[in-house]
């Protein structure tokens, strides 16, 4: 079987990604009755970090734990990858150790050269195009909140980053209608949009996004790599911060989700999190489990 990498959504068919989605609940529900499963006893994850994480290194460090194996956190400060030595190299040096590969970098061109030359299934730990680990979860929570997400209408508050092109091709792939509202200059990727342009719609007004929204979604004003850009993005983003009056106007049983970590008082109100409309604390968990179901299907297909 060829290797399966999972740079972005697109990596995996709907089926596939609706049956890893099904996997990684029924793994949670293993997982709460204490069952022990461990189908990865000897094999090892290799997560590449170039950024800062709390979430998805201690999802994916805990999950290959779990499933009887185990990690190696690899940082540039202290591997030969922060000293220059090509990816092309690294890739093949490492892949030929190890049997599964998280990366978490900048440029995503960099994450597809690091694929390319490697022998084992690499997965996207989010590059400044995109966070298609985070979508996992996400789906996964809508799911167990609320049934399919098909057909329903969701809300994309703020910044046109890495996770709005991510819910993009979610639109794509798990068959919802997409609002995105975002201030002038900070759209999201315009090919990608030009590709969906028949299930993603671009908003300049946060009302009229969430209007009968079943989900309203939101991040950070300013991604890791932009912190020099906080107080212009401050400014520019003002007025599109998520708030429960804001949620007001979304659909009765509408969800909030935050990808996190979030900032109080910027992208949502001191109160968004603790709103009961707030499912922050189940999508931030799904992480564990949405990877889980990733590097099964990854490696051994579907069980
Ligand atoms: N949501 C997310 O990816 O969080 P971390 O940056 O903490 O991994
Ligand atoms: N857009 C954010 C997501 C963090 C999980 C960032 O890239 O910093």
């Not at 599964?100 to 694929?115: C, K």
């Not at 997409?178 to 993603?200: H, K, Q, S, T, W």
């Amino acid at each position: 079987m060829a290797t399966r990498h999972f740079l972005t959504l697109l990596d995996l068919t709907p089926d596939e990604l609706d049956k890893v989605i099904q996997r990684a609940i029924e793994l949670k529900a293993m997982r709460a009755r204490g069952e022990v499963y461990e189908p990865m006893k000897s094999r090892v994850l290799g997560m590449i970090f170039e950024k800062s994480s709390t979430r998805t290194r201690v999802s994916f460090e805990a999950g290959m734990s779990q499933f009887g194996g185990s990690a190696i956190f690899l940082s540039p400060r202290d591997t030969q990858l922060g000293r220059g030595e090509p990816i092309e190299d690294s890739a093949r040096v490492i892949s030929r150790m190890l049997d599964i590969i998280m990366v978490r970098t900048f440029d995503h061109g960099q994450l597809e050269r690091f694929a390319e030359y490697s022998q084992v299934p690499v997965i996207n730990a989010l590059t400044d195009d995109y966070h298609p680990c985070q979508l996992l979860a996400d789906i996964q929570t809508y799911v167990e909140h609320r049934g399919s997400i098909r057909g329903k209408t969701v809300a994309w508050i703020g910044d046109g980053n890495n996770m709005c092109n991510s819910y993009i091709n979610a639109a794509r792939q798990f068959g919802f209608e997409l609002r995105i509202a975002c201030p002038e200059g900070f759209e999201p990727d315009a090919g990608l949009m030009a590709a969906n342009a028949d299930r993603v719609q671009l908003l300049r007004s946060p009302q009229e996004a969430v209007s009968g929204a079943h989900l309203v979604v939101t991040d950070v004003w300013a991604s890791m790599g932009q912190e020099e850009e906080q107080a212009a993005r401050m400014q520019a983003f003002a007025g599109f911060q998520v708030s429960p009056a804001l949620m007001n106007g979304a659909a009765e049983d509408a969800l909030f989700m935050h990808c996190l970590p979030a900032h109080r008082g910027e992208e949502i109100s001191e109160d968004m999190l603790e709103d009961s409309r707030s499912v922050v604390f189940d999508e931030a968990e799904n992480r564990l489990h949405a990877q889980k179901a990733l590097m099964e299907f990854l490696l051994f297909g579907h069980r």
